[in-house]
Nanobody, 121 residues
């Protein structure tokens, strides 16, 4: 079992930057995929970025390409999401997830606790 602990996030004005991080503990050797999801108030959770450690291949949804960067520190078992040029539409609770072996979101069993990101106009 992998446990995920998030930190970071916060509030910023439009155009600003924030970062969130996610540190894994437990059976970290089993982690081969990490994902970031976000959930706007009242909406369904959406995946925004993925990374496949240790090689570091990444994926982004179109709305965050060029603005968000996902990275992973293999030594510290920490996954980062750098959020740049933020807009109010980026507001939401951001969750990290261990997507190793998961075909869909419903297969994911390890989630971070969530981190609020608020962008004001």
């Amino acid at each position: 079992q992998v446990k995920l602990l998030q930190s970071g996030g916060g509030s910023v004005q439009a155009g600003g930057n924030l970062s969130v991080s996610c540190t894994a503990s437990g059976d970290t050797s089993s982690v081969h995929c990490m994902a970031w999801y976000r959930q706007h108030s009242g909406d369904k959770r959406e995946g925004v970025a993925m990374i496949w450690p240790p090689g570091g291949r990444t994926y982004y949804i179109d709305s965050v390409k060029g603005r968000f960067t996902v990275s992973h520190d293999n030594e510290n078992h920490t996954t980062y999401l750098q959020l740049n040029s933020l807009t109010p539409d980026d507001t939401g609770v951001y969750y990290c997830a261990d997507c190793s072996g998961a075909a869909t979101e419903t297969d994911i069993s390890s989630w971070g606790q969530g981190t609020q990101v608020t962008v004001s106009s």
